[in-house]
């Protein structure tokens, strides 16, 4: 049992729930800043339902992909040894792990109760994450797909803590729509020839690896600016603006090391670069909020 777990958190790369985590808890911090300012009270069930919706949409809609995408990974040199197509794991535990943690998401949203709008919402949004997996079989515009499912996040967040839609949300979920359509257009390089042998659509498939490059640096450039309208709008300080300079400079780092004609290093990109941007945003955000305490104080 200990053994199939693990191969499960691996088939859906549990880690990488790090990539959108950091994203979903900015909105709550920002949330839970305004609730105080409006004398709302703070709850430990709202921190650890945001953790389990979280958790528990994300494995689900990864789950749903690996089955939907389990032949085309068979056929894929890169993917051939994913937990499915290589036989490690049984497609009706893979099914029952996603019904699990489909059930398990919509179960959590009553944490928030008695706000009924993220339960309402939970298989709505449940659909569009796993409609992702069909994507790439209808439009090359797939990658801004998986980007608007993730930026579901933060505004998902703000509904759970304030029953209602605002800038702030807003914005950071137009930060993760441009950044993660970005690097996702990145790693699809990769697959650029596979695709287009598949019939499968993407941007680097269908315009080729330099357009796809360039639109991934448009579009990481949007995502700055966004950030800068979420400083302005959310009224934050001087350590979030420091914060929005090195993301900058990882941003052209990352672009740096990926060329048309040397895809080498889009993992160092994909992984390392994304999870320090992610991360590094909430603890900006943390440090920006702390100061201003400090001064208010």
């Known amino acids: 049992m200990v053994s199939r777990l693990r ?69 894929n040199p890169r993917t051939a040894m994913r937990h499915l197509p290589a036989g490690i794991l049984s497609v009706g535990v893979a099914i029952g792990f996603c019904v699990a943690c489909s059930a398990g998401f919509v179960a959590s949203t009553l944490l928030f109760l008695p706000n009924r709008w993220p339960l309402y919402l939970s298989l709505p949004v449940l659909a569009f994450l796993c409609g992702y997996s069909y994507a790439k079989r209808f439009t090359a515009w797939c990658h801004y797909w998986l ?35 970005g690097f996702d257009i990145i790693y699809a390089c990769q697959d650029t020839d596979f695709d287009r042998r598949a019939n499968l659509l993407s941007i680097p498939a269908r315009w080729g690896i330099p357009a796809a490059l360039k ?35 990882l941003l052209a780092y990352e672009h740096a090391i990926v060329q048309p004609n040397d895809l080498g290093r889009v993992n160092a990109a994909f992984f390392h670069t994304n999870a320090i941007i992610s991360l590094g945003l909430l603890l900006v955000t943390l440090a920006d909020l702390w100061f201003s305490i400090g001064r208010t104080n």
């Open 147 to 181: 980007s608007a499912a993730l930026m579901l996040s933060p505004i998902a967040v703000w509904i759970a803590l304030r029953a209602e839609v605002a800038w702030t949300p807003a914005l950071i979920a137009s930060v993760v729509f441009f950044w993660v359509g």
């Open 215 to 249: 639109l991934a640096l448009v579009s990481h450039v949007v995502m700055l600016g966004c950030l800068l309208a979420l400083w302005h709008v959310a009224g934050l300080g001087w350590v979030f603006l420091i914060g929005i300079g090195l993301v900058a400079a």
């Open 7 to 75: 191969h499960l958190l691996e088939m859906i790369r549990f880690s990488h729930t790090l990539f959108a985590l950091p994203f979903a808890l900015l909105a709550a911090v920002l949330a839970w800043r305004q609730n105080w300012l409006d004398q709302i009270a703070w709850r430990w069930q709202d921190l650890i339902g945001i953790l389990l919706c979280m958790v528990c949409a994300r494995s689900a809609a990864m789950t749903f992909n690996r089955l939907v995408d389990r032949d085309i990974d068979a056929t």
